[in-house]
């Protein structure tokens, strides 16, 4: 395992001009604003917004990802080519295990995160490819932009990969990540969080999500996770503790299931495009 790259780096760590200086109060403002004019427009009838906003004003740094242009096909083909490939050779069971990648353990809280990834109807997808990356338990990635005073963990990368079961499940050991400071407003702070990418059959077929901790007091304070306005849509992405996951003396378990498609399905972050 290596550590985090730009492509997998947490991009909240991105500051646009100017944002440092909102207080978290505005903040709030200003998402508390959006929110209400959603519960208006659903009163009047409007659709459900189980999506994030790809302009969401709290989040600053937003600006900075959505599509300014058209988009346009590629050729999948072509980009295989300079693609990793994955499958069963190459995905080790070991790998689902952050807690003994190196020689010693890991500092914080051990825990086990299980789910079935499930279609629409409910059916589990087989042999899917499902990666995780975090900050240790001090709320740090292993990364050159993560320079926020916070100790790194000499035991701990934060990188790991399974393939579901026949059945659509996964599970992974790893330590609990602790919540961290970013830059898109005074004193902000983003929620304790792991990240999941999910490949289909294809390199190209990516999808990119995160999971949270049930009870986190950071939520109403956090523009990303508020800039899905369905509060329905934003309670798929936290995960349940499950006693009968936890381990003796062990790890405390959670159960999070991933649904790709339908109306329950779990929200995915936008496909990077040429800008």
Same mark, same amino acid.
Do not use: C
């Given at each position: 395992?290596?550590?985090?790259?730009?492509? #997998?780096f947490?991009?909240?760590?991105?500051?646009?001009?100017?944002?440092?200086?909102?207080?978290?109060?505005?903040?709030?403002r200003?998402?508390?604003?959006?929110?209400?004019?959603?519960?208006?427009?659903?009163?009047?009838?409007?659709?459900?917004?189980?999506?994030?906003?790809?302009?969401?004003?709290?989040?600053?740094?937003?600006?900075?990802?959505?599509?300014?242009?058209?988009?346009?096909?590629?050729?999948?083909?072509?980009?295989?080519?300079f693609?990793?490939?994955?499958?069963?050779?190459?995905?080790?069971?070991l790998?689902?295990?952050?807690?003994?990648?190196? #020689?010693?353990e890991?500092?914080?809280e051990r825990?086990?995160?299980?789910?079935?990834v499930?279609?629409?109807?409910?059916?589990?997808?087989?042999?899917?490819?499902?990666?995780?990356?975090?900050?240790?338990?001090?709320?740090?990635?292993?990364?050159?932009?993560?320079?926020?005073?916070?100790?790194?963990?000499?035991?701990?990368?934060?990188?790991?990969?399974?393939?579901?079961?026949?059945?659509?499940?996964?599970?992974?050991?790893?330590?609990?990540?602790?919540?961290?400071?970013?830059?898109?407003?005074? #004193?902000?702070?983003?929620?304790?969080h792991?990240h999941?990418?999910?490949?289909?059959?294809?390199?190209?077929?990516?999808?990119?999500?995160?999971?949270y901790?049930?009870?986190?007091?950071?939520?109403?304070?956090?523009?990303?996770?508020?800039?899905?306005?369905?509060? #329905?849509?934003?309670?798929?992405?936290?995960?349940?503790?499950?006693?009968?996951?936890?381990?003796?003396?062990?790890?405390?378990?959670?159960?999070?299931?991933?649904?790709?498609?339908?109306?329950?399905?779990?929200?995915?972050?936008?496909?990077?495009?040429?800008?």
């Amino acid at each position: 395992m290596k550590p985090l790259d730009d492509e #997998n780096f947490d991009d909240s760590h991105v500051v646009v001009s100017g944002a440092a200086a909102d207080t978290q109060e505005s903040i709030s403002r200003q998402i508390g604003d959006i929110h209400r004019a959603y519960a208006a427009e659903r009163a009047a009838g409007g659709p459900e917004a189980t999506q994030p906003r790809l302009d969401f004003a709290p989040y600053r740094s937003s600006i900075l990802r959505h599509p300014t242009k058209d988009l346009h096909h590629v050729d999948p083909e072509t980009i295989e080519l300079f693609s990793p490939a994955f499958g069963h050779r190459d995905v080790h069971e070991l790998e689902a295990d952050l807690t003994i990648q190196h #020689n010693g353990e890991p500092m914080g809280e051990r825990i086990k995160v299980t789910g079935r990834v499930l279609d629409g109807q409910g059916r589990p997808v087989r042999n899917q490819l499902v990666e995780i990356w975090q900050a240790n338990s001090a709320g740090r990635y292993i990364h050159k932009r993560d320079q926020h005073p916070a100790p790194l963990d000499p035991n701990f990368t934060g990188v790991g990969r399974t393939l579901t079961t026949d059945d659509g499940w996964y599970e992974f050991t790893t330590i609990k990540p602790g919540p961290y400071p970013w830059k898109n407003h005074t #004193n902000a702070w983003r929620p304790a969080h792991i990240h999941f990418s999910l490949f289909g059959t294809d390199f190209t077929q990516r999808m990119i999500t995160q999971m949270y901790f049930p009870g986190d007091p950071l939520f109403g304070l956090d523009p990303i996770y508020q800039s899905i306005t369905d509060q #329905n849509a934003r309670d798929r992405l936290v995960a349940t503790y499950d006693h009968n996951v936890t381990t003796h003396e062990w790890a405390t378990g959670y159960r999070w299931d991933i649904v790709l498609t339908g109306s329950n399905r779990t929200w995915m972050e936008e496909e990077d495009t040429d800008q």
